[in-house]
T-cell receptor, first 113, second 109 residues
Framework: DAGVTQSPTHLIKTRGQQVTLRCSPK?????VSWYQQALGQGPQFIFQ???????QRGNFPDRFSGHQFPNYSSELNVNALLLGDSALYLC????????????FGPGTRLTVL | QKEVEQNSGPLSVPEGAIASLNCTYS??????FFWYRQYSGKSPELIMS????GDKEDGRFTAQLNKASQYVSLLIRDSQPSDSATYLC?????????FGAGTRLTVKP
C-alpha cells in the first residue's frame, strides 16, 4: 500500500518564477492538505482540497493556488516566487470524516534564489 | 500571541532518562491534540493523539492533557538515542490544524 508521495524531491527556482508541486494521496484517501514548513518552524497550513475544491485556506496570499484532480491527486502552484517562499512543502492526506488521522508525504524542498 | 507554543529547546537528556516536552495553546475551543515526531530532513509522523483530560499511554510515550490550563505534554520514558528528533505539538480546532514550532530533543548515549 503506497503512502503519500510527492514530487519533485528538491527544486531550485529564482525570484519571480512560478513552481508546481505534486502530491498523490495514500490509497483510499480523498482529502489533501498542503503545508509550508520554514526552517526551524512548524508546518503552516496553506489549504485543503476535497471533491476537487478548495475547502479551507490558511493565511497565505493568492500567489499560492492549488488543484485537485478526479483521482484525488493534487498540485500546489506558487507564482511570483519570493526568497521567503523557500521552505519544505508538505502534503498530507486523509479520508474525509477521519479528521485526525492524516499522513504526511516526504515533502518537496523548494529553494528560491 | 502564538496559538501553539513550545519550548524550542534544545532539550538534552541521557539515555534511559525521562524526557518531558510541553505545549500550550490559546484556543479554548480546540478539540484534538497531537504529538508528531520529525527527524531531520524528514516529514512529521504522528506518535500520539489525545482528546480528553488526563493521561494516555502508548508504550514508552505518555501524553497528558489539561484543558483548563490549555496545556499538553509528552513524556518519553527510557529515552533512546533513536528518540532524538524534533517533537511537534499540534492542535485541531474544527478543520483547522495548528502546529507549534517544535522542541528539539537530543538523547545522549
Amino acid at each position: 500500500d503506497a503512502g503519500v508521495t510527492q514530487s519533485p524531491t528538491h527544486l531550485i527556482k529564482t525570484r519571480g518564477q512560478q513552481v508546481t508541486l505534486r502530491c498523490s494521496p495514500k490509497s483510499g484517501h480523498d482529502t489533501v492538505s498542503w503545508y509550508q514548513q520554514a526552517l526551524g518552524q512548524g508546518p503552516q497550513f496553506i489549504f485543503q482540497y476535497y471533491e476537487e475544491e478548495e475547502r479551507q485556506r490558511g493565511n497565505f496570499p493568492d500567489r499560492f493556488s492549488g488543484h485537485q484532480f478526479p483521482n484525488y491527486s493534487s498540485e500546489l502552484n506558487v507564482n511570483a516566487l519570493l526568497l521567503g517562499d523557500s521552505a519544505l512543502y508538505l502534503c498530507a492526506s486523509r479520508m474525509r470524516g477521519h479528521t485526525d488521522t492524516q499522513y504526511f508525504g516526504p515533502g518537496t524542498r523548494l529553494t528560491v534564489l | 500571541q502564538k496559538e501553539v507554543e513550545q519550548n524550542s529547546g534544545p532539550l538534552s537528556v541521557p539515555e534511559g532518562a525521562i524526557a518531558s516536552l510541553n505545549c500550550t495553546y490559546s484556543d479554548r475551543g480546540s478539540q484534538s491534540f497531537f504529538w508528531y515526531r520529525q527527524y531531520s530532513g524528514k516529514s512529521p509522523e504522528l506518535i500520539m493523539s489525545i482528546y480528553s483530560n488526563g493521561d494516555k499511554e502508548d508504550g514508552r510515550f505518555t501524553a497528558q492533557l489539561n484543558k483548563a490550563s490549555q496545556y499538553v505534554s509528552l513524556l518519553i520514558r527510557d529515552s533512546q538515542p533513536s528518540d532524538s528528533a524534533t517533537y511537534l505539538c499540534a492542535v485541531r480546532t474544527g478543520n483547522d490544524m495548528r502546529f507549534g514550532a517544535g522542541t528539539r530533543l537530543t538523547v545522549k548515549p
